[in-house]
């Protein structure tokens, strides 16, 4: 049994003259707060890597920068997976009775802190370095393979995905964090430049500064009551020329995990938070776990099923296509705003139930699968 | 040329698998046990260099200022007739399901695998 008690989250984008321990730092301080916690009822902490700051102990690192004196800490790594890898593992790390209070913060000044080029070649190295990366392949490149075989398969068109891209921007333009701000439509992801096919400059999310933060208790520290209540994962492969199918991946059997832990099926869940750091991505994981049926993620967009006032609200805040993605607080700030969808806190975005959510997050080539189930038990 | 391990990841125009003379199975990455079985002693084997076209992109945006000059190029999975997977160059014209062959081109300095198609 955990709660997850506080959640804090920068705005993503360019944010120049901040540094992974600025990012850290100001996420951790707003977690806190929400939790209505000090620095020193921190037991627990766990952090991600950053990509612009490597350092061995970077756990350690931030004890010292921050201020904090935990008995457990380390730093966690899973690619696109860690954010949601680590709220698994302080979740049964307060069950366990290991830790009372986990804070687990991830930043990274990833698009103001490198050149482009470096970021690129950074990510580019999840492949394997001596039969892949040679051939000059690049993360979209990876995804872009698996979207070929999954489109020849389900019949996916690249209007499909599109949809995808336009209902993250929808919901970023209400969220005033959001990395971008302008209004895009179905013709200009189709229009946008090519980066590795099918995948155009929009299917792809951007890369960006900022840092995200929560901190899950073993009990309530405030007003809210929001639970952990049941978790999943699966790992299967880490390079996309190893991987058991291009068609078939972990999320299902994770997504599965988590529901059977938390004792829900799908048609409990409210609102779903889904790892989108590409447009194939969404609608992989939406199909695989039986959010949308097989082909029907992109229609299903379309007719506003996934809108903030829809029949399961989606990625509210704009997900990693459009709030922005800085690494492992990218599918961080997905936790983030289901906390303040099921607290009652989002504002223009709010959607009328979130009682039951489930998110999903993936790391390398769909190589890692999390899932996570909260209730709110207010 | 008859060596069975010559490899293009290590610089000579070829392509290496390994199989399992306890379980049979065949993969791609190089190692010194059977990643199904555990058997120590698997086979290093040559391929034909033959297959067919499991995924592909065209990649627009290279990584590299160096491979930037080689843009666009296409990169594709191919399924090898031997029954493992493996990534290469392709033809940019391929479509999923095409048969293949291999030939070596130079990339950034280095021979690669490039598939073209087949009558076959």
Known sequence: MSY?????????????????????????????????????????????????????????????????????????????????????????????????????????????????????????????????????????????????????????????????????????????????????????????????????????????????????????????????????????????????????????????????????????????????????????????????????????ARDGHFNHDGKLPLNTHGGLLSYGHCGCGGAMAHLVETHLQMTGRAGPRQVRKAGVALLHGDGGVLSSHVSLVLRNNA | MSDPTRDWTQGSEGIAYQACPACASVWYFHRTFCPRCGDPRPQTRQAAGTGTVHAITVVTRAPTEELRAHAPYAIALVDADEGFRLMGHAAQELRIGERVRVRFIDFAGRPVPRFERTQD
């Open chain 1, 4 to 300: 997850l008690t506080g959640v804090g989250l920068t705005p993503f984008g360019k944010l120049p003259g901040r540094t992974t321990l600025d990012l850290m730092s100001d996420a951790a301080t707003l977690a806190l707060a929400d939790a209505q916690l000090e620095r020193k009822d921190v037991d627990g902490l766990l952090v991600g890597y950053s990509t612009t700051f490597s350092h061995l102990m970077l756990s350690t690192v931030f004890v010292e920068h921050y201020g904090l004196n935990p008995t457990y800490a380390h730093a966690v790594q899973l690619g696109g997976a860690t954010g949601f890898g680590m709220a698994m593992l302080a979740h049964h790390l307060v069950a366990s009775g290991a830790a009372r209070n986990v804070l687990v913060v991830a930043g990274e000044n990833r698009l103001t802190g490198q050149s482009r080029d470096a970021a690129v070649q950074a990510l580019a190295q999840v492949g394997s370095p001596v039969y892949e990366v040679p051939l000059g392949p690049t993360i979209p490149a990876y995804y872009g393979l698996v979207a070929s075989r999954y489109m020849h398969k389900q019949g996916t068109t690249e209007a499909d995905l599109a949809e995808l891209a336009v209902l993250m921007r929808r919901h970023a333009l209400m969220h005033p964090g959001a990395q971008f701000k302008e209004a895009i439509t179905a013709e200009s992801v189709l229009a946008s430049k090519p980066i590795a096919t099918p995948l155009k400059l929009l299917d792809c999310c951007p890369v960006s500064d900022g840092g995200a933060a929560f901190v899950i208790g073993k009990d309530p520290t405030n007003g809210y009551r929001v639970r952990i209540a049941g978790t999943g994962q699966a790992h299967t492969h880490q390079h996309v020329t190893a991987a058991p199918s291009l068609t078939q991946f972990g999320a299902g059997p994770s997504a599965a995990r988590a529901q059977e832990a938390a004792g829900i099926s799908l048609g409990d869940v409210e609102y779903a938070a889904i790892y989108d750091s590409f447009t194939i991505t969404l609608t992989i994981l939406l199909e695989e776990i039986g959010l949308a049926a097989r082909g029907q993620a992109g229609r299903l």
